[in-house]
């Protein structure tokens, strides 16, 4: 199976644009919702949820493992990589990428959590690509709280993203990366407030790019993977809303199965 | 010692409340910041988390434990008064004596985490006291992230604050728990937009008073505990945000010793 983690919720926007870019592939997902946000963490802590997070993966079936996670992706992908036999894939890179093939004016915004921005992946992985392109990055930690209460079409989000987003106005950028899962579920809310013209880089549809290509390239792995269409949804902790998030996320409804880790 | 613990750093209000009211008993805090929030997880995972919270504080010299956490002292408190020997203070039943103390016309607004709403706990504290009052009472889940934040003063804030409590505006109520430790930091916000003849309760004050009358008729306990004016912090994780909020509550500069649990 393709094993795909996130601190919550929110990273079943990967596992819908996995499912839409390759179908037919079971995916095993966790969602660590008993200790959810990974956000406002430490690297430290972030490292050792992942590190469980991918080996409930790994003694579950996963032969490859996806990081939905863009907190976990910044801090602990290294680590991760290093520690496990399988093939390991992060966010950053494929969202990084999409955004330089996107900008004409190579001035490119990030927004992510506290400990997302605070890594300085997104500037690291940019700027290696291209060392000439400009980065902006802003942390906004309470967009996550506001998307996992459903709080997506209020004037209050409005006016917080508007807030957070005006520093990147400011600096002129002409393409802005979504570093966070949760965000994709406010795309209309930011693009209003940071203008249509602007390019919106979603860090989840990068990913399944790249988990194609790879499964094209290794037949050997692809192999492994089984192909019944199915997916299952293991949290570490199960509430209504947690469930109301998973179906609107999805759009479909969806059995999240409770599990220790 | 005395034993304090929170899902993170708003307990810390309690620490404040008990060193005011009672000075130079030695204090061990723990807040969970590793896994924070617990207002928006199960009870099944607030239990485990107030098992384990209480473990660490008995096994590091608390005698006596007082939960601050609303959350944990709605769904937890039961559990943990009948598994440990050690006498366990809870927040809601001072709060919701206080209330009952201030209200004439006996009509109640609580506000809350989710669980705490939820769990229904201030309405049959309150209906055991007096079965004629009326409680009304509203989850604002992004309370906590605001105040974690540092949110306090903003016009956002103050625009989430007067939604959340327009139903309890509308009920007439002459009194307001506020059932988080989060909330008093936004007490001033919370008392413009409900009406400044509304008497509003700190569940963080009430529990004081009642470890002080407890000590003052069990000198055998009070003989128990050190008195050399020490708190020591213990947190799960260390952020600089964490450590700020930590400053911003006590009101002065606070070592955040690190402990995994």
């Known amino acids: 199976?393709?094993?795909?983690?996130?601190?919550?919720?929110?990273?079943?926007?990967?596992?819908?644009?996995?499912?839409?870019?390759?179908?037919?592939?079971?995916?095993?997902?966790?969602?660590?919702?008993?200790?959810?946000?990974?956000?406002?963490?430490?690297?430290?802590?972030?490292?050792?949820?992942?590190?469980?997070?991918?080996?409930?993966?790994?003694?579950?079936?996963?032969?490859?493992?996806?990081?939905?996670?863009?907190?976990?992706?910044?801090?602990?992908?290294?680590?991760?990589?290093?520690?496990?036999?399988a093939p390991v894939f992060e966010v950053i890179t494929p969202a990084a990428e999409l955004a330089l093939e996107s900008s004409r004016k190579m001035a490119i915004g990030v927004i992510g959590t506290r400990a997302t921005v605070k890594s300085g992946i997104y500037e690291k992985k940019i700027k290696a690509l291209n060392p000439g392109a400009r980065i902006y990055s802003v942390a906004c930690p309470l967009l996550v709280p506001l998307v996992e209460e459903g709080w997506i079409d209020r004037p209050e989000t409005a006016m917080i993203v508007k807030k957070y987003l005006h520093p990147l106005k400011v600096r002129q950028i002409d393409t802005l990366i979504l570093g966070c899962t949760h965000y994709p579920l406010l795309k209309h809310v930011i693009q209003r407030k940071i203008g249509k013209?602007?390019?919106?880089?979603?860090?989840?549809?990068?990913?399944?790019?790249?988990?194609?290509?790879?499964?094209?390239?290794?037949?050997?792995?692809?192999?492994?993977?089984?192909?019944?269409?199915?997916?299952?949804?293991?949290?570490?902790?199960?509430?209504?809303?947690?469930?109301?998030?998973?179906?609107?996320?999805?759009?479909?409804?969806?059995?999240?199965?409770h599990v220790k880790i």
Chains 1, 2 share one sequence.
Request: aromatic share 8%; charged share 25%; hydrophobic share 40%.
């Open 1 to 85: 199976m393709i094993g795909i983690f996130d601190s919550g919720i929110g990273g079943l926007t990967v596992v819908k644009a996995i499912t839409e870019r390759i179908p037919g592939y079971d995916i095993i997902y966790f969602g660590d919702t008993a200790r959810t946000p990974y956000g406002n963490k430490s690297p430290e802590t972030v490292i050792e949820y992942a590190v469980q997070d991918t080996t409930f993966l790994l003694n579950n079936g996963a032969k490859i493992i996806v990081m939905a996670c863009n907190t976990a992706s910044s801090v602990a992908f290294d680590i991760i990589e290093k520690r496990f036999d």
């Open 197 to 257: 013209r602007i390019n919106i880089i979603d860090s989840s549809t990068g990913v399944a790019g790249k988990v194609e290509k790879f499964l094209k390239e290794r037949p050997d792995i692809d192999s492994l993977l089984s192909k019944n269409g199915k997916t299952r949804i293991f949290v570490s902790d199960v509430t209504d809303q947690f469930a109301k998030t998973a179906r609107v996320t999805l759009k479909q409804n969806v059995l999240l199965e």
